[in-house]
């Protein structure tokens, strides 16, 4: 493929769906496989439904995710400004085109009128409601007023859209490289308004402009935009671009993971898991949703999990680097169906990654857990505690809930593993434990071993009795990471101390 250009082209209506990130993701891959150019190109043209934050929160996000732009806003380029609400002369300058060619028109309806229109259709049974070929000659537009008329309308201010003037009857094909032929016939189309009564370009023809202008290859979107598609096969015909118009592909849309019905923000919230790639206070509804990037997901993890939200590399692997993912990404191998988001799946990822970070990133992840309870660490022990904890966090704040026992004594004990295997022999063993402690020097696994090996000769009683209660009578537990390990990490006298204490609480008579 020569001179990929693809777009991520958000609107900044509020917080970047994770969806968007996905489109992003998608965009990015390709643009990087064929060694093209990924833009950033905001869509503001909606006054109405602008959110302020939500383009710095756009920019954070594919930053934080590690989606780089190469060209757009944030970034500047050859093809500036990216921003649509500062190209409003760009696009009043084609729709003049579309007007001077016959291929639009004026149009004066006010909002009453329209409504009107659309009571008149409905009382009459009309299955054609719109605002289209068959209704267009009943309104007041530049097609039924005579030019005067129009011209004075204009020149006295009066509030006009510019509409498209879709030809009836006509077929409208398109090659989607995901869901292959689409056709649709244009009288299903209404006379779309192109330009609005504030001067600013409406979805449609602004996203051709520029497609076009910034001499994109491929549209690659969400599938929510397909119906949008003949219409803007139609632009690019109208406006004498169909030579350089870009291919499109529309992703499948996300699923709750159940399958039914698409992910929406309020199946996120009820079931507890983020939906948004980063924190989002809503500057309306002071609503505050937490993001995936606080809720201590990588980048990367996130990244990997989104790749396969609608794409297969069509083999077993399912860990993919950033540089893997370029290599094999493939549009052809999207699927046309939902994408069921499995937030167990995302956790799974993260959990991948995290077990691949180094020991000195999880010890960054473990001081940074700690530090909101205040406890101190010395680096030694915050590798260990790292070493044996790898295995077993998801999320960097893990570290915590999942270490407490090293920083504190537990103060309750699993009831299971003390009323079933807190015995006798127990205590005995213990008991002989602790004084093999306090006649060594050191707490190393393999002295902790010869310890345990040795107490169990001189009392007669298996090992494998007593391990359980050793690890609750150290962490409260009845799992947890590797006990000699735990113990090396506790030291002599902590682990003296906790067993003292649990005899203490726990006595049995032998
Ligand atoms: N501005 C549209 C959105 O917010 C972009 C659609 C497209 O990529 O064409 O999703």
Known sequence: M???????????????????????????????????????????????????????????????????????????????????????????KYAQQLIDQGKAYYAFDTEEELEAMRERLKSQHSSDQQYGSGTRMQMKNSLTLSESDVKSKIDSGEHYVIRLKVPPNEEIKLTDLIRGEVHVNSSQIDDKVLMKSDGMPTYHLA?????????????????????????HILLYKFLGWEKERPHFAHLPLLLKADGNGKLSKRDADKAGFPIFPLNWADPKTKEFSKGFRENGYLPEALLNFLAFLGWNPGTEQEIFSMKELIQVFSLDRISKHGARFDIHKAQWYNQQYLKKRSNEELTVFLYNSLKPENVICEAEKASKICEVLQERVTFPQDFWQQGKFFFIAPTSFDHQVISKKWNAE?????????????STESTKVSEIKALLEKTSQATEIALGKIMQPLRVALTGESSGPDLMMTIEILGQKETISRITYALANFPVKI
């Open 2 to 92: 020569k001179n990929v250009r693809v777009r991520f082209a958000p609107s900044p209506t509020g917080a970047l769906h994770i969806g968007g990130v996905r489109t992003a993701l998608y965009n990015f891959l390709l643009a990087r496989q064929h060694g093209g150019t990924m833009i950033l190109r905001i869509e503001d043209t909606d006054q109405n439904r602008f959110v302020p934050g939500a383009e710095e929160y756009i920019l954070e996000s594919l930053k934080w995710a590690g989606i780089e732009i190469d060209e757009g806003v944030g970034k500047g380029g050859p093809h500036a400004p990216y921003r649509q609400s500062e190209r409003k002369p760009i696009y009043q």
């Open 426 to 438: 127990t205590v005995k063993f213990l008991k002989t434990f602790v004084d093999c402690l306090n």
């Open 207 to 231: 996203n051709v402009v520029d497609d076009y202008l910034m001499k994109i290859s491929h549209v690659i979107r969400g599938e929510e935009w397909l119906p949008s598609a003949p219409l």
